[in-house]
């Protein structure tokens, strides 16, 4: 499956931003997805995950309370919405599928990413 993330963005401390990630070359249906980012300097972390149903969330700490992960199979889409925005959740962001069943855990599924800049 091929991922395509955009919405990324100039915005304020304190604004909010929508990513989507649009998968193509085959449904997103049987995948688990997550979003990762990086930061200038920093390395890459998963901030947010769903599991294929959709049952279960996960948030990483710097963002629990202010992001939300979906996804809608029918439109073969995953969203992140983000509010209250911080400087520090300037970096460029990148969705990553699996499949459900994989044995690995590894996410092998990756779009381009896209940048979002926050400003103080």
């Known amino acids: 499956v091929q991922l395509q993330a955009c919405g990324g963005g100039l915005v304020q401390a304190g604004g909010f931003l929508r990513l989507s990630c649009a998968a193509s070359?085959?449904?997103?249906?049987?995948?688990?997805v997550a979003w990762f980012r990086q930061a200038p300097g920093k390395e890459r972390e998963r901030i947010s995950s769903l599991t294929y149903r959709g049952s279960i969330t996960s948030y990483a700490d710097p963002v629990k309370d202010r992001f939300t992960i979906s996804r809608t199979n029918d439109k073969n889409t995953v969203y992140l919405q983000m509010r209250d925005l911080k400087p520090e959740d300037t970096a460029v962001y990148y969705c990553?599928?699996?499949?459900?069943?994989?044995?690995?855990?590894?996410?092998?599924?990756w779009g381009q990413g896209t940048e979002v800049t926050v400003s103080s």
């Open positions: 990553a599928a699996k499949h459900f069943a994989s044995t690995s855990g590894e996410y092998v599924n």
């Open positions: 070359g085959r449904s997103f249906v049987g995948f688990d």
